[in-house]
């Protein structure tokens, strides 16, 4: 399908004049991977005014750790994310979930930031960044500010990016203490397919534990009261059925094309058991290698 609405193509040559396109003008749409925006266009979902293309700015690029801080660039793809060993020694949750979005060729094009600006309620990245409490750094012509990931979704494709603004990063505290983590999806069919749910669990040698469900409401989620109540426990196959009720409480989950309430109910439930125990097992040094299908 063609693109036929008209618009103006924009390629800024730095960083700096990107944002004084966005500060001096309305309806322009930025574009790093594509993946997502192409769609929409040949769809006629967004007609804007002027596309600006983002990937040749150096300053988007790169991943670094330093001062104790993963940064991910916001032009950083997910397939660069997967071959990254900074990305496998210090957070392979991320990899294992980057593993899981589309295909190979759309993983070339797709970025971790792109994935969190389209916001959908199946974005992949989603649940990983937020058992991470990762934060989002926001740049324009007034400045730079850091947003808490778990205030970024607030609604499907909605986020607190304001207009004139562009993620420039995501940064990442790394663990004081050891960790082991998890992320599972459940999907149609195996290949190309949006998430029907998706959940993220990481644990600390503390016992301290974080979960993250998306795909299942209309935004990503961390389950705090489930995090309270494994706090400090083993994840025995009690512990984690007594969990499971949290989860319940805590998700108001949806039908949509995809998957039923019940079925995302049940299939939520199965995910969380497994992802808890495997995340626990890999801090432990055993259980499933990154990347395995749990579901």
Not at 37 to 62: C, Y
Not at 90 to 114: C, D, F, I, K, M
Not at 222 to 233: M, N
Request: hydrophobic share 40%.
């Amino acid at each position: 399908m063609p693109i036929t609405h008209e618009f103006e193509f924009l390629r800024p040559s730095s960083l700096g004049d990107a944002l004084s396109l966005l500060a001096d003008r309305s309806g322009i749409k930025p574009l790093a991977g594509g993946t997502d925006l192409i769609v929409r266009l040949k769809n006629g979902q967004d007609t804007p005014s002027a596309v600006m293309d983002l990937k040749q700015l150096p300053e988007l690029g790169g991943l670094a750790v330093k001062d104790g801080v993963l940064t991910i660039g916001a032009g950083v793809t997910f397939a660069e994310l997967i071959e990254s060993p900074l990305i496998r020694k210090h957070y392979p949750l991320l990899a294992e979930a980057a593993q899981t979005v589309a295909s190979g060729g759309v993983r070339n094009r797709a970025t971790l930031a792109g994935n969190i600006v389209s916001a959908v309620p199946s974005c992949d990245s989603a649940t990983c960044l937020l058992v991470c409490d990762a934060s989002v750094m926001a740049v324009s012509a007034r400045g730079e500010r850091a947003i808490p990931i778990t205030e970024w979704f607030s609604g499907p494709r909605s986020t607190a990016l304001q207009p004139d603004e562009l993620v420039k990063c995501v940064r990442i505290t790394l663990p004081e203490k050891k960790t082991g983590g998890c992320y599972v999806k459940l999907a149609r069919y195996n290949g190309e397919d949006l998430a029907q749910a998706g959940v993220s669990v990481l644990v600390d040698s503390a016992k301290n534990y974080r979960v993250a469900l998306s795909a299942v409401c209309p935004a990503p989620k961390r389950l705090r009261k489930t995090e309270i109540f494994l706090k400090g426990k083993r994840p025995t196959d009690k512990t984690l059925s007594e969990a499971v009720k949290l989860v319940a409480l805590e998700v108001c989950a949806i039908t949509d094309i995809r998957a039923t309430v019940e079925y995302r109910a049940h299939m939520t439930g199965i995910m969380f058991k497994r992802c808890a125990a495997a995340a626990f097992a890999r801090l432990e040094g055993k259980g499933p290698r990154y990347g395995e299908k749990l579901v």
